[in-house]
């Protein structure tokens, strides 16, 4: 999930994840029900502070807007184009062309998104829904063998069979067409030189790239995360992606 706040005038939410609401109990307990509920609960423990590490960083102030996303080189995305006189919906457009590219195991084009746009003169707010929906020719048994059983999580990802229609450009698409500044071509530009010039390799994408076990059953995952030698790529090393510096061009 990820938050984009810009500017005094505008407020971003873009979301690449579902919100998922946990079921409320429709009959309240009792007051006697409550009360033993409570007290057979264990005493919680006081944490041992020698095992707490304090991380201290530094405050960032703005004085027109402020960007705040989950990698560095997304942040500095959004920043050039509020810079350039884009709107907040164009920096977040920006942010998420390149978060596809520097953390494509979190979110991309090929997902979907909500968003809320907020215009502080007016009051308004504008929703989006932009996640993905299942494709006309979906059945109830797609993920079933023929004996019934259901597919394991590993079997139905891979192929196309498991893919959503994705929602995310055309709710950006919309949102630029209403709130939009820059040219929609211009967006894409911090994606794609940063796509061809090549990005380093963040600590959280090494981590992720190490935990999956999958990676390397697929030729193009296997080439583009993995040395020749077989061992991930380590952090802090160059990756290019020209395929889909070519796919934002079009």
């Known amino acids: 999930m990820s ?75 959004g920043q050039d184009i509020l810079r350039a006189g884009g709107s907040a919906v164009d920096a977040a457009i920006a942010i998420q062309m390149v978060l596809n590219l520097v953390e494509p195991q979190s979110s991309g084009i ?18 989006y829904d932009g996640r993905e929906v299942a494709p006309q020719g979906a059945t109830p048994d797609m993920f079933q063998h023929s004996n019934g059983k259901s597919f394991k999580f590993h079997e139905a990802i891979p192929g ?33 030189r940063l796509a061809e010039d090549g990005f380093s390799i963040s600590p959280r994408l090494n981590k992720m790239v190490l935990r999956d076990r999958h990676l390397k059953k697929f030729k193009a995952t296997t080439q583009y995360f993995f040395s020749p030698n077989g061992n991930a790529k380590p952090i802090g090393s160059r990756l290019t992606n020209l395929a889909l510096a070519e796919t934002f061009r079009t």
């Not at 109990?25 to 006081?46: A, G, H, Y």
């Not at 090929?110 to 929703?127: C, E, N, Q, R, V």
């Open 3 to 77: 938050f984009f706040t810009i500017s005094s005038r505008f407020i971003i939410r873009l979301l690449a994840a579902s919100i998922f609401l946990s079921a409320c109990q429709t009959v309240p307990p009792t007051s006697e029900t409550r009360s033993n509920s409570i007290n057979s609960l264990p005493k919680p423990k006081l944490s041992d502070s020698s095992k707490l590490t304090v991380v201290s960083r530094p405050i960032v102030k703005a004085k027109k807007h402020l960007v705040v996303t989950a990698n560095p080189y997304a942040s500095r995305a």
């Open 110 to 127: 090929g997902g979907g998104a909500f968003l809320l746009h907020f215009t502080s003169k007016s009051g308004d707010i504008d929703a």
């Open 160 to 192: 196309g069979l498991s893919v959503g229609v994705p929602g995310l450009l055309r709710m950006l698409e919309m949102a630029h067409k209403k709130h939009g500044k820059l040219p929609w071509k211009a967006l894409f530009q911090p994606a794609i």
